[in-house]
């Protein structure tokens, strides 16, 4: 019984001081300080090779990445956190050979350049370039459900590495 109560004790300690923080953490590890509010402006594609969905699905999946991961409400405008920038490569390059001298395996590369303004806090800014890649056989088009799959792996390491370097406080 008395072990119960000291267990809850701890815990409602625990509670009031987080809530009493003027920092805001998340449980992914993002501080986000007095931020409310993000801004993801759409990602152009400027690389040589364009596929005409990237763009927008960049965009999409980085607003959501950061939706899910703190308590921040998007806004289209004026975001105390604020994310710009541009695809700058999207490539696909063969990476082994085989018998025959010809690819058996290509890498989907796609790197992504970010700036991103804390209004908050304007000495966290940042300009800086994230990529990743996606290794497939050759034999595979990379089209359907194989360039879904492809996005899923590269857009999640990347938005990872933008959310770590934005607001990331491990």
């Known amino acids: 019984m008395l ?7 701890s815990i409602a300690i ?11 953490y998340s449980f992914t590890g993002g501080d986000t300080g007095n931020a409310k509010t993000i801004q993801v402006s759409f990602f152009n594609n400027n690389a040589e090779l364009v596929e005409p969905t990237l763009s927008q699905e960049f965009t ?3 607003q959501d990445f950061f939706l899910t991961q703190t308590n921040l409400s998007l806004v289209k405008s004026s975001g105390d956190l604020q994310f710009e920038g541009e695809i700058t490569r999207y490539t696909i390059t063969p990476m082994t050979a085989n018998a025959q001298q010809t690819a058996s395996q290509n890498r989907l590369t796609i790197e992504i350049n970010v700036r991103y303004y804390n209004r908050e806090d304007e000495s966290k ?4 370039r994230f990529s990743h890649f996606y290794d497939y056989p050759a034999t595979t088009i990379l089209q359907g459900s194989e360039l879904e799959t492809a996005y899923e792996e590269i857009f999640e390491r990347i938005n990872q590495n933008i ?8």
């Open 60 to 62: 999409i999946n980085l």
């Open 14 to 24: 625990a509670t009031i001081v987080l809530i009493g923080c003027s920092v805001n």
């Open 163 to 170: 959310f770590n370097a934005s607001v990331g406080s491990w």
């Open 125 to 128: 800014n940042f300009e800086q």
């Open 3 to 9: 072990r119960t109560f000291a267990f809850r004790c």
